[in-house]
């Protein structure tokens, strides 16, 4: 069917709560991405607020990644009547459920729920795995998954009008990875296409060319007797790829082998994290795997030295220097908290948060170099532990990159900036005016609608 318009449900301006109305002439709707909004009080009650489209109007759900910032409403839409099928890559729809079931759990913690595990299973007996570059029909389009490089199983989807797909086509790029340290395959090159909303989280700005693994090392070997080295990560992606980082500073040496190395224990706490880590080990994922990552072990999410616990007891009774990896990437949920509230008073304490850190979280709170205090629901911690950020291990592309996938798109006349705050899409708005000389660009926000050009 042709396209009309495309009203923007979330992450027009902002870092979170990604979806897109993709609206057609035959009056349907297709939906792309449809995610939660993360951060403060405030966004969590956004979460409970229905699409300002007809939801009766859906005739399909795509999905670029499950991330909770991309899917976790999708339980809530089919809570609002939605009974349509959902599609995502193969990979991501292994993981899907997990992080489905996940993020409903949270909202039930917390009293706000935005559904129940029964929509949840609803959604998940309704998932339709599609594979990467193979055209497929979706809604009456013409539609095609390629790699976004992001997370395993991440994709940017390449929507062509008809069935053939002769008519205009437009491409979601999705969250695009960081190809110094992704661990998925490379991504995809799109062709052609018309008009492309593209992510742009970093916009203006240049990931450096740190080495991660070395990064770690140096905290690592500048911890006291019984300091600690706490690691917050998402914990999907980020977990993973800290394990593969330090796992390539043990196969060098450097980190738990016999002789001149650095011998420390290395305690994982992360229940979805290896919910979604054996996914990552199943054969049936294992080919989006970089080639990196293949060549460095048949598991390498494990080497001598990380003990897997499910309980903070462990780690709290080990006096030795330590490294505690736990999920809760942004430090607003999970077993981070915990182990947040008790080592942050402690000055001989590193604390690392992995990956990007949104506005009104405590992960941003952290690494503001101002704070003094860190805030929990019932009391402010002192924060005397050093806090540090290893950059280089962004899952989110930066300006060259984000630029550079515009730049092989063919035959691109219409850019619309979306998934950064206003200063990134500033930034890569006037690369793509005056380097690729395209100047039909639009910087949405919230609800807004931007009418495709026949």
Same mark, same amino acid.
């Given at each position: 069917m042709?396209?009309?318009?495309?009203q923007?449900?979330?992450?027009?301006g902002e870092?979170?709560g990604?979806?897109?109305?993709?609206k057609? +002439?035959? /009056?349907k709707i297709?939906l792309i991405?449809f &995610?939660?909004f993360q !951060?403060?009080?405030? #966004?969590?009650?956004?979460?409970?607020v229905?699409?300002?489209i007809?939801i009766?109007?859906?005739?399909?759900?795509?999905?670029?990644?499950p991330?909770?910032?991309?899917?976790g409403?999708?339980?809530?839409?089919?809570s609002?009547?939605?009974n349509?099928s959902?599609?995502?890559t193969?990979?991501?729809?292994?993981i899907?459920?997990?992080i489905?079931?996940?993020a409903?759990?949270?909202?039930?913690s917390n009293?706000?729920?935005?559904?129940s595990?029964?929509?949840v299973?609803?959604v998940v007996?309704?998932?339709?795995p599609?594979?990467y570059n193979?055209p497929?029909?979706?809604g009456?389009n013409?539609?095609?998954f390629y790699?976004?490089?992001?997370i395993?199983g991440?994709a940017?989807v390449?929507? +062509?009008? /008809?069935?053939?797909g002769?008519?205009?086509? &437009?491409?979601?790029? !999705?969250d695009?990875g #960081?190809?110094?340290?992704?661990?998925a395959?490379?991504?995809?090159?799109?062709?052609?296409a018309?008009?492309?909303?593209v992510e742009?989280t970093?916009?203006?700005?240049?990931?450096?060319s740190e080495?991660?693994?070395?990064f770690?090392?140096e905290?690592?070997?500048h911890l006291?007797?019984?300091g600690t080295?706490?690691v917050?990560?998402?914990?999907?992606?980020?977990?993973?790829k800290?394990?593969?980082a330090?796992?390539?500073e043990h196969?060098?040496g450097?980190?738990?082998?016999?002789?001149e190395h650095?011998?420390?224990?290395?305690f994982v706490?992360?229940?979805l994290?290896?919910?979604?880590?054996t996914?990552?080990l199943?054969?049936?994922?294992?080919e989006?795997?970089?080639?990196e990552?293949?060549d460095?072990?048949?598991?390498p999410f494990?080497?001598? &030295?990380?003990v897997f616990?499910?309980?903070?007891?462990?780690?709290?009774?080990y006096?030795?220097?330590?490294?505690?990896?736990a999920?809760g990437?942004?430090?607003?949920?999970?077993?981070i908290l915990g182990?947040l509230?008790e080592?942050?008073?402690?000055k001989?304490?590193?604390?690392m948060?992995?990956?990007?850190q949104?506005?009104?979280?405590?992960g941003?709170q952290?690494i503001d170099p101002n704070?003094?205090f860190i805030?929990?629901n019932?009391?402010?911690?002192p924060?005397r532990?050093?806090?540090v950020?290893?950059k280089?291990?962004s899952?989110?592309a930066d300006h060259?990159?984000l630029?550079?996938w515009?730049?092989k798109i063919q035959?691109?006349?219409?850019?619309i900036?979306?998934?950064g705050?206003?200063p990134a899409?500033?930034?890569?708005e006037?690369?793509?005016?005056?380097?690729l000389?395209i100047?039909?660009?639009?910087k949405p926000?919230?609800?807004d609608?931007?009418?495709?050009?026949?």
């Open positions: 042709g396209f009309e318009a495309l923007c449900l979330g992450a027009a870092v979170t990604s979806g897109y109305a993709l057609k +002439s035959d /009056g297709t991405d &995610g939660s !951060g403060d009080e405030k #966004n969590n009650q956004r979460n409970l229905p699409p300002d007809d009766n109007k859906i005739d399909a759900v795509i999905g670029t990644h991330h909770v910032d991309h899917i409403r999708w339980g809530y839409l089919r609002l009547g939605y349509g959902f599609f995502l193969e990979p991501a729809a292994r899907a459920p997990h489905l079931n996940d409903v759990k949270v909202t039930q009293g706000k729920p935005i559904c595990l029964e929509d299973q609803g007996n309704n998932l339709r599609v594979k193979v497929t029909v979706i009456g013409l539609t095609t790699d976004a490089e992001h395993i991440s940017s390449k929507i +062509s009008e /008809g069935r053939d002769k008519g205009q086509s &437009g491409v979601f790029s !999705g695009l #960081n190809h110094a340290s992704s661990i395959r490379p991504k995809g090159e799109i062709g052609q018309d008009w492309a909303v742009d970093y916009g203006g700005r240049q990931h450096p080495d991660p693994g070395q770690f090392m905290q690592i070997r006291k007797q019984h080295l706490l917050s990560a998402f914990a999907q992606n980020g977990l993973q800290t394990l593969v330090l796992h390539k196969r060098a450097r980190l738990n082998r016999d002789g650095i011998d420390v224990p290395i706490h992360a229940p994290g290896m919910k979604i880590t996914e990552y199943s054969p049936g994922i294992r989006y795997w970089s080639d990552m293949n460095l072990a048949k598991n494990y080497f001598p &030295g990380v616990v499910d309980n903070t007891s462990m780690v709290r009774n006096k030795g220097k330590k490294v505690v990896l999920s990437g942004m430090c607003n949920g999970g077993p182990y509230e080592f942050a008073p402690d001989d304490a590193v604390i948060p992995v990956g990007y949104g506005e009104e979280t405590r941003r952290l704070t003094r805030d929990f019932d009391r402010a911690v924060l532990a050093r806090v950020q290893v280089s291990m899952s989110h060259p990159q630029y550079d515009l730049r035959g691109l006349q219409t850019v900036f979306t998934h705050d206003d899409r500033d930034a890569l006037e690369s793509v005016h005056q380097g000389n100047w039909d660009t639009h926000h919230f609800n609608t931007i009418f495709l050009a026949a």
